[in-house]
């Protein structure tokens, strides 16, 4: 098994310099920084929900956080535009205007509890993968290896 390379190096590139990291790591380190940041500005504008009150909440927020580290992150990101950094969408989203105006149609509640369990539940799995010996990094298992082959069995289908 090769040595991973320590946290810090994702933000170190080539010359020594500091950097941002990008991609799957970049997103693990705005959850990381981000969520309890979050958590904290939507404390102040709504107060933290009640957990127990909105469950469905709590369930498709798990359920949009899995979809998304698991089998939609690619689709979604390969989706949005070049010129839109992500400072702006996140703005856009989650924004202190955005928390008002749900107030204001008494959906901030749920609203905040969906973000918050999507954004934990993608948190975790990628600290799971993160540590997990199986995965190399945060990025996901490779799809559609062949099984090895019975001891003795010419191998077929393979270029070596």
């Known amino acids: 098994m090769e040595r991973r390379?320590?946290?810090?190096?994702?933000?170190?590139?080539?010359d020594g310099d500091?950097?941002?990291p990008e991609g799957r790591r970049g997103e693990f380190v705005v959850l990381v920084v981000g969520l309890p940041?979050?958590?904290?500005?939507?404390?102040?504008y709504v107060g933290l929900p009640a957990v127990v009150d909105y469950w469905p909440a709590v369930l498709l927020g798990a359920c949009c956080g899995f979809s998304y580290t698991t089998r939609y992150r690619d689709r979604i990101v390969d989706r949005l535009p070049d010129w839109a950094p992500a400072?702006?969408?996140?703005?856009?989203?989650?924004g202190g205007i955005?928390?008002?105006l749900l107030e204001i149609v008494q959906l901030a509640d749920?609203?905040?509890?969906?973000?918050?369990t999507a954004g934990c539940t993608a948190m975790l799995i990628s600290l799971i993968r993160l540590a997990s010996p199986f995965h190399r990094g945060l990025e996901?298992?490779?799809?559609?290896?062949?099984p090895p082959t019975a001891v003795g069995e010419p191998r077929t289908g393979t270029d070596r």
């Open 110 to 116: 749920p609203f905040v509890t969906l973000l918050l």
């Open 18 to 20: 500091w950097r941002f």
């Open 98 to 100: 955005g928390l008002d």
């Open 140 to 146: 996901p298992p490779r799809r559609g290896v062949e």
């Open 87 to 94: 400072s702006q969408l996140l703005s856009l989203l989650v």
């Open 5 to 14: 390379e320590p946290i810090r190096e994702w933000f170190r590139d080539d």
């Open 37 to 44: 940041l979050y958590a904290w500005v939507a404390d102040v």
